[in-house]
């Protein structure tokens, strides 16, 4: 039945160029923005899952900051290390010479005095961004962490893993710098028997460092000339492992670091699957849309014009 007040083709024709409409209106944001998911309201449980996927890849790449703080602390650390070890290397040359009769000690201890001022300059300048993990007060903290990891288990609670590197006396501390007693590697006062009695030494120490001044060749001074050499053998020994401790602390951080980054473009694929739109699929649906569009303008056109015909009967 042809009807003046309810053009049902009209009706129809509307609904369906309507809804063509939004579909396109979706497809354009989704061409325009490049995700299919942008809101809560496009799909509320892949955006929840995206966002705190996206909320803990930052997190991630705090990690990743905090890891080269890190490794630059402790590249500085072993290049001031290293370094000292090579001063310590001289000293115990230097030792080893005036074990022979004869030799001007004076002269030799001078030399011994400038490596010793050297050590205690190369630990103290051993700092990156207010850290110095070659002294330090051996009654404060004695371990260092570095952030190393952010996870999520399954119930949503959070772990923050770190390494910890040792900088007490038993780590890379060279030298003590608390007002308590001197603890460090290079500082710590060991007794030696000489002719003369026994005299306390330190390798490095402010007060207390090595002093061959005196000594003669008098076979007591000698003989503990050298047990002062093995003195010196062994600090350098324990500066080896400091050493040996700071690189496998350097391997370690960077093997986290190569791993951080693998993770970080893990969660943006991740997040990419839940949330990218499909640009070869969106930009096929909306040439398809647009047909449609133009299709429902031209049926709701004829659609409209029933009642033009309905006139014409009239007319007749």
């Known amino acids: 039945m042809s009807s003046l007040n309810t053009n049902i083709a009209a009706m129809t024709a509307l609904q369906t160029l309507n809804q063509t409409n939004k579909e396109m209106l979706v497809t354009q944001n989704r061409v325009s923005t490049g995700l299919k998911v942008k809101d809560a309201s496009d799909n509320a449980a892949y955006w929840s899952i995206a966002t705190t996927m996206r909320s803990d890849r930052m997190a991630v790449s705090t990690v990743e900051d905090a890891l080269g703080l890190g490794a630059a602390t402790i590249e500085v650390a072993v ?6 070890i090579e001063t310590i290397g001289k000293i115990k040359a230097k030792l080893v010479a005036a074990r022979a009769p004869g030799l001007d000690r004076t002269k030799i201890q001078s030399e ?3 490596l010793q001022a050297e050590l205690r300059n190369t630990a103290g300048s051993a700092v990156f961004s207010g850290e110095n993990w070659l002294q330090g007060d051996s009654a404060g903290p004695l371990t260092k962490t570095i952030v190393a990891s952010f996870s999520r288990d399954s119930t949503g609670s959070i772990t923050i893993g770190t390494i910890e590197v040792n900088i007490g006396p038993t780590g890379t501390m060279l030298f003590d710098t608390g007002t308590g007693s001197a603890a460090g590697i290079l500082d710590t006062v060991t007794g030696y028997a000489f002719a003369s009695g026994t005299q306390s030494f330190s390798i490095a120490g402010l007060s207390t460092g090595i002093n061959i001044a005196s000594i003669t060749d008098d076979p007591l001074d000698l003989a503990g000339l050298e047990d002062l050499v093995d003195g ?3 600090a350098m020994e324990t500066m080896t492992d400091a ?5 496998a602390a350097k391997s370690r951080t960077s093997l986290q670091k190569d791993f951080v980054n693998k993770l970080m ?3 943006d694929t991740g997040i990419g699957q839940l949330v990218d739109a ?10 398809a849309l647009q047909v449609r569009q133009q299709l429902g303008v031209q049926a709701l056109g004829i659609a409209n014009q029933s009642a033009q015909m309905i006139l014409r009967l009239f007319q007749n």
Do not use: F, K, P, Y
């Open 243 to 247: 050493a040996t401790l700071l690189g």
């Open 79 to 84: 290049t001031a290390l290293n370094s000292a």
């Open 265 to 267: 473009d893990s969660i």
């Open 278 to 287: 499909d640009m070869n699929e969106e930009s096929t649906r909306l040439q």
């Open 232 to 234: 010196v053998d062994a």
């Open 112 to 114: 011994i005095n400038e």
